[in-house]
């Protein structure tokens, strides 16, 4: 008896090392303590799951600083989120996913950050990955914005409805054609930000489904996009900001706002000139 | 045009002008809102008591009635009225989340103040060196 549990005790330390060696290209060390890193975690009702997403990112990211953006939550998302010891953003109401992370953006700005990295709180996002995105930036000094996309690998299939995968090919489409580059999934929203994107967006992110719509504006910015391929999760909790309802209603805003943006001469003000509309007094 | 839908017309155009007017002067209407009412307003008013003029203007654009011009008009002012709206509300719904997110980020700086724990580097005016890279 002593001696078969002494066996299978064994096999099983040995099951780990293997599993440990064959996953030596990642440690969960910071390899960049020379860069202040943020992780933005826009949450909207995820009680369920945001401990969980802040724990991963610690433990599989250490060197990003964790700030969660409580969109308004009706839930106990801030309590579970400060319970951590996270830094907690309190909208004071919705402001939809676009207000929310622009909020991290300005925050990112305001305190210097290097890199900004966005992780969704449902669960969705892998912080695994989050390396994988800070590598390929380390190695081309160029590139603005890294972005996860989930089409790249052909071994991961991403489970989405039918509707919501032709809707993200039609807008990659679109957008490879206006920026001759190949782009596979505009509406993937892990992606990890540089001090010039950091600037860019904290002064103007799209409302609502930004992912799109920020793709374009980096390539009006003259700024480099590249992806990198990542698996995503199904959503473990929570409700999904885009219902069945709604997708249609995102599809049109979406396209609307690219061919409106296409006509954009200068998209975005520069510094000093008048602000697009918040602070104009007009009308 | 018949005299009777004339005196209507100019009644309902007196009565919109008189009433923007009283809300302008008990500062329930600012006057950058109020602007495009008055405006609109005392051109229905003059069309309404210079026959001539809307004649001529319904012969223009190919309209039998004069009255029906008036309309036009009329339904022309409201489109341009709602429209401005809808721009004066994008512009406070930025407007609103821009305060927000002000507003989240102080009171994120007022707990973290609060509390004693250490304050992050302000390091947008300090900017670090990359000392060395271990890679």
């Not at chain 2, 980020?105 to 609060?114: A, D, K, T």
Request: proline share 5%; net charge positive.
């Amino acid at each position: 008896m002593l001696v078969r549990y002494a066996a299978v005790g064994r096999s099983r330390a040995v099951r780990r090392r293997n599993f440990r060696t064959r996953h030596t290209s990642y440690r969960p060390v910071h390899r960049y303590p020379y860069l202040k890193c943020l992780a933005v975690v826009p949450a909207y009702n995820e009680q369920a799951s945001i401990a969980r997403v802040i724990g991963t990112i610690r433990e599989h990211a250490p060197g990003f600083d964790v700030l969660v953006v409580d969109d308004g939550s009706t839930d106990a998302t801030h309590e579970r989120a400060e319970a951590t010891g996270a830094r907690v953003l309190r909208l004071p109401y919705n402001l939809g996913i676009g207000g929310a992370v622009q909020a991290g953006f300005t925050y990112a700005l305001e305190h210097g950050y290097d890199r900004m990295a966005q992780v969704d709180g449902d669960g969705q996002h892998d912080p695994h990955q989050l390396d994988r995105l800070m590598a390929t930036m380390a190695a081309d000094p160029s590139i603005d914005v890294v972005c996860g996309s989930r089409f790249l690998t052909h071994d991961y299939r991403y489970p989405a409805p039918i509707s919501r995968r032709t809707g993200i090919h039609i807008f990659a489409f679109i957008l490879s054609r206006i920026m001759r580059q190949r782009v596979s999934d505009p509406t993937s929203g892990f992606r990890l930000y540089n001090a010039n994107a950091i600037a860019l967006f904290a002064r103007d992110y799209p409302h609502d489904y930004p992912e799109v719509e920020a793709v374009l504006m980096v390539h009006h910015h003259r700024l480099r996009m590249v992806e990198v391929p990542v698996r995503m999760f199904v959503r473990n909790g929570g409700v999904s900001s885009i219902s069945s309802g709604k997708s249609a209603y995102y599809m049109v805003k979406v396209l609307l706002a690219l061919f409106v943006g296409l006509a954009r001469r200068r998209p975005v003000p520069e510094p000093g000139d008048i602000a697009p509309v918040a602070a104009e007094q007009g009308i | 045009m018949e005299t009777r839908i004339q005196v209507v017309a100019i009644v309902a155009a007196v009565a919109l002008l008189l009433i923007v007017l009283e809300l302008v002067r008990r500062r329930r209407l600012m006057e950058r809102y109020a602007l495009l009412w008055l405006f609109s307003a005392t051109v229905i008013l003059a069309l309404a008591i210079w026959q001539d003029a809307l004649n001529e203007i319904a012969q223009l654009m190919g309209i039998i009635s004069a009255p029906n011009a008036l309309f036009f008009v009329a339904v022309g002012f409201i489109l341009l009225l709602l429209l401005h709206f809808s721009a004066a509300m994008s512009r406070l719904s930025d407007q609103s989340k821009v305060l927000a997110q002000r507003q989240a980020i102080l009171e994120q700086r007022v707990r973290e103040l609060e509390s004693g724990a250490p304050l992050p580097v302000e390091a947008s005016h300090q900017h670090r060196e990359p000392t060395f890279a271990r890679r």
